[in-house]
């Protein structure tokens, strides 16, 4: 089977990876891709929102299945566009994919269904969300309504600095179309994890767990970036919680989608917190997590391709999953000025060419001809499985230090403390 997946990002990357470890896989396509995905498969130029070269790429390489990996494709509609065209997509629908691409929506139906949040007021008003704000005395997080590539997220120490955030977002625009809109909520306290599922419209299956660090200096300090490293199984969630977490959150949103007239097709993604008074959702996405991915798909022992196409075609019940019970750790390295100025494009050296256990993934990359070269803000993943995390750590560490390019950065304390207290 021919299969086509839509992106450029090291979750990308991990997908094709994935794939091309099946024994079913045709030929494989990506739209855009980047230095990696280049290596398994051809690269097609253009836009991954662009959904009518999307169709005609599908149609000209007799593509079975296409794969979409990133939000802005998805509530742009590209999911329906294939249904509507008889092809089958792995992807939830534009109505669906609303849980995150509006906050202010996701949040209005975790209320209609009783799904456990952080209270929160949306304003697309300056005055009114000031006036809001100056009525609150605690620790506040005001977030981008919109899609914000995982940087429209601001925790606020102070209500006076979420007066600041406000207008940086409604006034002065900073966020662009993504903060026309804003949530402000109260911050959570507690430890941070990622719950995914796959689901078929009918059957869902919950991942093995696992913790992103979204901050982009150690000690969970700087800038929200859109993820600077991943490991999986993030610390024990007893049977109890996930059992909580699958009852409280997954089942009522399907629920409500469905009660809306939308089926849910595709990866389903909590961030939580686990709170004292039981788990929270801080948001929603509607595709698999970007780093989170390329820590949980090295442990995936059964063939994701299966795993996709039993989900399109409503055959998720005939699937089991089967995982690696070691541990997986990844580390994203990223270019200078990321994540407000990435660099310009430079060369990367010390890539290695293959190793037991460990997977290089690509992000913000360029392949011309031999050569690879850093051109996006997060440019690699470096991913490594061991017996246990602490030796999945010092795998990934030590690879990634043998890869350079001018100005690369990345954490030194990727799966040494759960993150906690980051309510966003």
């Not at 704000?133 to 429209?152: F, H, N, P, Y």
């Not at 120490?157 to 179309?177: I, N, Q, S, T, W």
């Not at 256990?357 to 913000?364: C, L, P």
């Amino acid at each position: 089977m021919n299969v086509l997946v839509v992106g450029s990002g090291g979750r990308e990357h991990a997908i094709c990876h994935a794939l091309a470890r099946s024994p079913r896989l045709g030929r494989l396509f990506c739209l855009p891709g980047n230095g990696g995905t280049a290596l398994l498969g051809t690269n097609v130029m253009g836009d991954a929102a662009d959904v009518k070269l999307a169709l005609e790429v599908a149609r000209r390489e007799n593509i079975g299945l296409t794969v979409i990996g990133p939000e802005e494709p998805l509530a742009a509609g590209m999911a329906d566009a294939f249904e509507q065209a008889g092809l089958a997509v792995f992807g939830p629908r534009a109505a669906a994919a609303q849980l995150e691409a509006d906050k202010a929506y996701a949040k209005q139906l975790m209320r209609a269904q009783a799904v456990p949040t952080a209270d929160a007021r949306s304003f697309s008003d300056y005055r009114q969300a000031c006036a809001y704000i100056e009525t609150r005395d605690e620790a506040l997080v005001v977030k981008a309504a919109g899609l914000a590539k995982g940087k429209g997220v601001i925790v606020c120490d102070e209500p006076h600095e979420a007066l600041l955030v406000a207008e940086r977002m409604l006034v002065k625009r900073e966020f662009g179309p993504a903060g026309a809109r804003i949530v402000v909520e109260e911050r959570l306290e507690g430890r941070e994890v990622s719950v995914l599922a796959i689901v078929d419209g009918a059957t869902l299956h919950i991942l093995e767990t696992a913790q992103d660090h979204k901050r982009l200096l150690d000690g969970d300090r700087g800038p929200n970036t859109g993820g600077m490293g991943a490991y999986s199984p993030a610390p024990p969630i007893d049977a109890e919680t996930m059992h909580q977490i699958e009852a409280q959150v997954f089942v009522p949103i399907l629920d409500g989608l469905l009660r809306d007239g939308v089926r849910y097709r595709g990866v389903l993604y909590a961030g939580l917190m686990l709170t004292r008074g039981g788990p929270k959702v801080l948001e929603f996405n509607c595709r698999l997590g970007d780093p989170e991915t390329q820590a949980l798909l090295p442990r995936l022992r059964t063939d994701l391709l299966d795993v996709f196409e039993a989900a399109v075609h409503g055959r998720l019940d005939e699937i089991r999953l089967d995982w690696d019970p070691r541990p997986a750790l990844c580390v994203v390295m990223a270019s200078a000025g990321y994540p407000n100025s990435p660099s310009e494009r430079t060369p990367i050296s010390g890539i290695p060419v293959e190793a037991p256990d460990v997977m290089v993934y690509q992000a913000g990359t360029l392949r011309l001809g031999e050569r690879t070269f850093a051109v996006g803000g997060r440019v690699l993943g470096v991913s490594a499985l061991g017996d246990t995390l602490e030796c999945a750590r010092r795998r990934a560490y030590e690879v990634a230090g043998t890869i350079s390019f001018e100005g690369a950065q990345y954490r030194g304390d990727i799966g040494l403390e759960p993150v906690a207290s980051v309510s966003g």
